[in-house]
């Protein structure tokens, strides 16, 4: 865990005010809240060695590997494409940036890594419980990496409620735990999948969900403050920033997501 944060902190470190850093800050959050909780509470996952370990560093490389492919120009998955363009070239804040990365991190890499890894311990038991406790881990690390997000890359976060996002009505952990369940939901559908005919259209439903998710996230956006947001950060520290209460008009979820229902392509 140390090493995968160490890796994730050269990350964020490496792209300093570009958009993309916002969820490699979280990111880093993240595993710091992992290591604290295991210290605090060692017996907290059954399966600590796949919770911790297994799951962790397979879930850190997925993020990684669509970093590093951005980077040099080659493909990545639609929710992903979604999440970089719009840091490069949108005029959204730090949170929907954040929520953009964790969003294709959770509702389309997720599902992979779960079906890769198994969905029952070599004891028969599923690994669900576990899955859900670290629910814990991501609720630990929210305030420090909005902190994070104020301080370092936009004034916006400061003025506004800290659960504030771009989602009508949804707070920041009720979308994680709606996404978390999404993916455990498609995990499984993935290790039901008895062909490979049914495993691609599952495969497609996964990827026409984060997309969609991806697209709302990004929907709002104002003009201009991309330009707030990187004096910011550089250091310039402009004036008062965009009201949020002005500039931000949550859009509408699509009731399929609203309910919590998940979209299937079948």
């Known amino acids: 865990m140390r090493r995968l944060e160490h890796t994730l902190a050269a990350v964020r470190d490496e792209l300093g005010c570009d958009h993309r850093a916002p969820f490699a800050a979280l990111y880093v959050r993240v595993q710091e809240s992992l290591q604290h909780v295991l210290r605090d509470r060692p017996t907290f996952f059954t399966e600590p060695t796949w919770a911790a370990r297994d799951l962790n560093a397979a879930f850190v490389s997925r993020y990684l590997d669509a970093y590093r492919s951005d980077r040099n120009g080659q493909p990545v998955p639609r929710a992903w494409s979604i999440a970089f363009t719009v840091a490069r070239t949108g005029q959204t804040n730090a949170a929907q940036d954040a929520l953009l990365g964790a969003n294709a991190h959770i509702q389309r890499d997720m599902s992979y890594v779960l079906a890769e890894l198994g969905l029952v311990a070599p004891n028969g ?9 670290a629910q814990a881990v991501l609720d630990r690390a929210y305030e420090p990496a909005v902190q994070d997000l104020t301080r370092h890359y936009d004034p916006l976060l400061a003025a506004a409620d800290a659960r504030w996002n771009p989602v009508a009505n949804l707070t920041a ?21 008895t ?27 104002v003009p201009g403050y991309r330009l707030v947001r990187d004096g910011y950060c550089r250091g310039g520290r402009p004036g008062t920033p965009v009201s949020p209460s002005r500039a931000w008009a949550p859009p509408q979820l699509p009731a399929s997501l609203a309910s919590g229902r998940l979209l299937r392509r079948d």
């Not at 038991?125 to 406790?133: G, L, Q, T, V």
């Not at 439903?205 to 929907?219: H, M, P, R």
């Open 195 to 221: 062909t490979p005919e049914e495993f691609r259209r599952v495969s497609a439903a996964i990827e026409d969900n984060a997309a969609t998710w991806g697209t709302l996230l990004a929907a709002v956006q």
């Open 125 to 133: 038991i599923s690994r669900k419980a576990d899955f859900d406790r």
């Open 173 to 193: 952990h009720e979308l994680l735990v709606l996404w978390r369940h999404n993916a455990w939901h498609y995990a499984e559908r993935l290790t039901a999948a």
